[in-house]
């Protein structure tokens, strides 16, 4: 079964310096993808980083990238430079590709990051 | 990236009573549409899967006769809490996908819906 693991309830980052929220995953399917998503208080769940499973690169979108080390199934969500809108719960998220589960995504329980001034 | 919509945002009603929440996929058609529900400081549970005119499939322990599903087109799908009790209050998101993307398209959310059933 496939299952998301995330192991930092709360994270507390400077502002303007990077911080990682750590992301762990279970799976016997050998294509999948990996997403990040960011849900500030007003409830929105807002797509931030896509990873597939055979992406030979770290994916990479304006200050997000993901760490994608697939031996130790890890997608860990680097954020650089901290800005103080960046306070949210933070959610990894895991989807087969090709499988006949009709593509739900399987998230991780969240964790809260806080950006200090 | 495209945009789903949901309404009503925000929703209180008497114990007993119905409410219909909707789902629109305003830029692209979604053949497949999710819905989940959040309880405060937790992640999201998934549903059930709507597919257009066809029966939703929902979640172990999800009641399909107290959560009524139905995607009668490509970019609607519509969730019914029926009899709503107050434990039935929560917060209600949907997702959906645009299929002609390929299996790796991304999954777009809706803004949400609270639910307070009084």
């Known amino acids: 079964a496939q299952k998301i693991t995330q192991t930092q309830p709360g994270m507390f980052v400077q502002e303007k310096e990077a911080v990682t929220l750590d992301c762990t995953y279970d799976?016997?399917?050998?294509?999948?993808?990996l997403f990040w998503y960011k849900q500030p208080s007003s409830g929105e769940m807002i797509f931030l980083i896509y990873?597939?499973?055979?992406?030979?690169q770290n994916a990479t979108e304006g200050r997000y990238s993901l760490n994608f080390q697939k031996a130790r199934k890890s997608a860990n969500l680097v954020i650089s430079a901290s800005q103080l809108g960046d306070s949210a719960m933070y959610f990894c998220?895991?989807?087969?590709?090709?499988?006949?589960?009709?593509?739900?995504?399987?998230f991780g329980k969240g964790t809260k990051l806080s950006v200090k001034p | 990236g495209a945009v789903v919509s949901q309404h009503p945002s925000w929703v209180i009603c008497k114990s007993g009573t119905s409410v219909k929440i909707e789902c629109r996929s305003l830029?692209?058609?979604?053949?497949?549409m999710f819905w989940y529900r959040q309880f405060p400081k937790q992640s999201l549970m998934l549903m059930a899967t709507?597919?257009?005119?066809?029966?939703?499939?929902?979640e172990q322990g999800v009641e399909k006769d107290k959560f009524l599903i139905n995607h009668a087109s490509l970019t609607l799908s519509t969730l019914t809490v029926t009899s709503a009790h107050p434990e039935d209050s929560s917060f209600y998101i949907c997702?959906?996908?645009?299929?002609?993307?390929?299996?790796?398209?991304?999954?777009?959310f809706g803004p949400g819906t609270r639910l307070l059933v009084l």
């Open positions: 799976t016997s399917d050998p294509s999948y993808g």
């Open positions: 998220a895991m989807r087969e590709l090709y499988g006949g589960s009709q593509g739900n995504l399987i």
């Open positions: 709507s597919n257009e005119g066809s029966k939703a499939t929902y």
């Open positions: 830029d692209f058609q979604a053949t497949t």
């Open positions: 997702s959906a996908r645009d299929l002609a993307g390929g299996p790796e398209e991304t999954q777009y």
């Open positions: 990873q597939g499973s055979y992406d030979q």
